[in-house]
């Protein structure tokens, strides 16, 4: 779960690390109030979506798609450049490298202080998987694509991995600062930034921290310029605020409520709907749809104990999307029941009056039965007895494929 | 022999009391896994499908000298579940093998839970967030975990999975061309886990009953990268791999926890590529696994 860089400040200002003044708005009018109210000459007019590289974006009109504004994120040096930016922003698709084509339509702003900046590293937290602990990222090179610093200067990086028993400590943190080139009043300023940093990491469950720039003022101040947050959804059972910090507008809305019927489903831009029990086979799913020739309209796992309620809902997902063709069942009843599968595809197909091709392949418990009761249905069903049988038949049925 | 886990081998289950604990454990007894007892604190002295309930691990491993458990507890508690395990086997009987199914724990209790275990040398953990594993015997065998027993046979094919439907996907192939298993494993599909590839390569390697290995992984991380690696240098006996996620979008979680691409990399096409400079024969369809495997089979001079 991603939350916006306004969210993530308060969280980081809580914990005790520095960030400047700013103000969340939703409206020019609280922008010009937010200008007025933080008396710094110079701001910062900050787009809030949930994506990187906003900077060097791009604002559009979300009718016309007509370009707006060169770039999301603004420096505004009179209250007349906040009005116009406030308003070529809000409202406006913000489209970045990593939004895609299409962009995210802005909302919220951000309307932050300006300070006087002496040098920007890069600094990030997260988990890493191969040392199973958390893992403290730095670099000189701040304001940079972290990846392309990593391919091209990968010296630039300093790493440090927190053993989860002895915790953050103290050398860590000293040796980290010296690496960046840190002394002085600056070294203890980014100490006790990075206990602070590291506290909230761990108190908030997060899956990652990035901090990009993280900056040194001319006052020798560690600051939090920019803040991208996210967080382990494992552990949002003990974030009773995270609700809050959730901004709806960024997730897809089929995927939530799938999420809510205890379904995992991921839209894609194919036109073969899958539905699928286990995570891994439902990738290998899709792959193989992709492998005959046909394209993946979605992943979804239904889980290892669905019901026929939960069948007919998945369908229902799936046909949602207008594009969809044509419908590939592959379950491998483990402690589901190929049986109780086939009824819930019989039921669906039924209220739903489906009138697309469909394919279902069963395997696994309960499988002789499951497939009788397909059998003497008399719906339009096709059975498959394997993966590759089973996409195969679904590309030629929508005339698909080579 | 198998791997980790003997045919006869004495097991608890953590969790007895609860909806799926109870479920499982009723399936594992019916496959023929010699479950000693469970574990459920506050509920020690009950008994639960014929076996006695224990407050606790040290309770439980000092009363029936077991070789491993199953943990079915919920998200919250399974992070100390498992340190709870490691504790007491490590202190009753110096040795143990851990399961856990659970899916869900928050990623910073499975880094402590790891770290924990990590420190107890004869201690294994396998999981969270899989299947469990298998060991198929003559006749019933030892089932840790919520596969569907009916589908193994006991053989000569050792088989390794992130994931739970597609490492049933892969005994299914490894019967449709009558071969059957030494033992199965799944590692799971979290970003931070127990036992990883190259232990479950290298334990297949040394034990005189698998004859060939499956491999399966799916996107995210590097995990299969480093085993591909380690099994070029290592590993004598024929793999063969297949990994999920080809056509997964980047940046998107698809299912399990760690099954994401991020900054471009953990590819499916990265792991393939890793695979085949590694001498693993790779089938891009799991549908083909029987016949590669087969001809890996007969290349090695073993059909």
Request: charge should be negative; charged fraction near 20%.
């Amino acid at each position: 779960m991603n939350i916006h860089e306004y969210q993530g400040k308060a969280l980081l200002k809580a914990a005790g690390v520095s960030v400047l003044e700013g103000v969340h708005c939703t409206s020019i009018e609280d922008a010009l109030a937010a200008y007025d109210s933080l008396g710094s000459k110079v701001v910062a007019v900050k787009s809030q979506i949930h994506a990187g590289g906003r900077g060097k974006g791009t604002m559009l009109n979300p009718q016309t798609r007509e370009e707006v504004m060169q770039g999301g994120v603004k420096i505004a040096f009179s209250r007349e450049e906040v009005e116009t930016y406030a308003t070529n922003i809000l409202g406006n698709i913000l489209v970045t490298i990593q939004t895609g084509d299409e962009g995210k339509l802005v909302n919220n702003l951000y309307i932050e202080s300006g300070c006087a900046i002496a040098h920007e590293y890069y600094l990030a937290l997260l988990v890493d998987r191969e040392n199973k602990s958390v893992l403290i990222m730095a670099s000189t090179e701040g304001g940079m694509d972290i990846e392309d610093v990593a391919h091209n200067t990968p010296e630039r990086i300093h790493k440090i991995n927190v053993d989860p028993n002895a915790g953050l400590l103290g050398f860590q943190k000293r040796d980290l600062g010296m690496a960046l080139g840190l002394s002085g009043s600056a070294l203890k300023s980014f100490f006790k930034m990075l206990g602070s940093m590291y506290e909230m990491f761990i108190a908030q469950d997060c899956a990652m921290v990035e901090i990009n720039p993280l900056v040194k003022t001319e006052d020798d101040e560690i600051v939090a310029l920019d803040s991208k947050i996210s967080f382990d959804e494992n552990a949002e059972f003990r974030h009773k605020t995270w609700d809050e910090l959730r901004d709806l507008s960024e997730e897809e809305d089929v995927e939530i409520r799938a999420k809510e019927t205890g379904l995992s489903y991921v839209k894609l831009d194919g036109d073969i709907g899958c539905l699928v029990n286990g995570a891994g086979l439902a990738m290998a799913t899709m792959d193989v749809i992709k492998l005959y020739g046909g394209e993946p309209a979605n992943f979804l796992d239904v889980g290892g104990g669905a019901d026929e309620e939960q069948v007919k809902i998945a369908f229902s997902i799936i046909l949602e999307d207008p594009k969809v063709k044509g419908i590939l069942v592959n379950i491998f009843g483990g402690i589901m029941r190929c049986d109780i599968i086939a009824r819930g595809v019989i039921g669906a197909t039924e209220a739903l009056g489906l009138d697309v091709p469909l394919v279902v392949r069963l395997a696994g418990t309960n499988v002789d039965e499951g497939k009788a009761i397909l059998a003497a249905s008399n719906l339009n069903i096709h059975p498959a007895d394997d993966l590759a049988e089973g996409a195969q038949k679904i590309v030629s049925l929508i005339g698909g494929g080579e | 022999m198998a791997i980790w886990i003997e045919e006869d081998a004495k097991v608890l289950v953590q969790g007895i009391t609860g909806k799926q604990g109870m479920f499982h454990a009723g399936k594992m007894i019916e496959y023929g896994t010699n479950i000693v007892g469970g574990v459920t604190p506050g509920k020690g002295g009950q008994e639960v499908l014929g076996v006695p309930v224990f407050n606790s691990m040290v309770d439980a491993i000092t009363e029936t000298d077991a070789d491993a458990t199953v943990i079915y507890v919920p998200p919250p508690f399974a992070g100390e579940a498992i340190i709870e395990a490691a504790n007491a086997f490590e202190t009753v009987k110096g040795t143990g093998v851990i399961i856990c199914i659970t899916e869900g724990i928050p990623t910073l209790d499975m880094v402590k839970a790891a770290a924990y275990v990590a420190n107890r040398a004869n201690v294994r953990l396998i999981g969270p967030n899989c299947p469990g594993i298998i060991t198929p015997g003559e006749t019933g065998g030892a089932k840790l975990g919520i596969m569907p027993g009916h589908i193994h046979a006991k053989g000569r094919i050792g088989i390794v999975s992130k994931s739970g439907t597609l490492t049933y996907e892969a005994v299914a192939q490894t019967m449709s061309i009558d071969e059957g298993q030494s033992t199965c494993i799944g590692i799971g599909g979290d970003p931070v886990n127990g036992t990883g590839f190259i232990e479950c390569l290298e334990a297949f390697e040394s034990d005189p009953q698998t004859e060939a290995i499956v491999m399966i992984g799916e996107i995210g991380g590097n995990a299969e990268q480093e085993a591909a690696a380690w099994a070029k240098d290592n590993c004598s006996k024929p793999i063969v791999g297949f990994v999920a996620g080809a056509t997964a979008p980047p940046g998107k979680r698809m299912g399990h926890a760690g099954a994401i691409i991020s900054g471009g990399k953990g590819t499916a096409e990265e792991k393939f590529a890793a695979f085949e400079a590694a001498g693993i024969a790779c089938a891009r369809d799991p549908s083909e696994l029987g016949q590669v495997l087969l001809a890996s089979l007969k290349e090695a001079g073993l059909r």
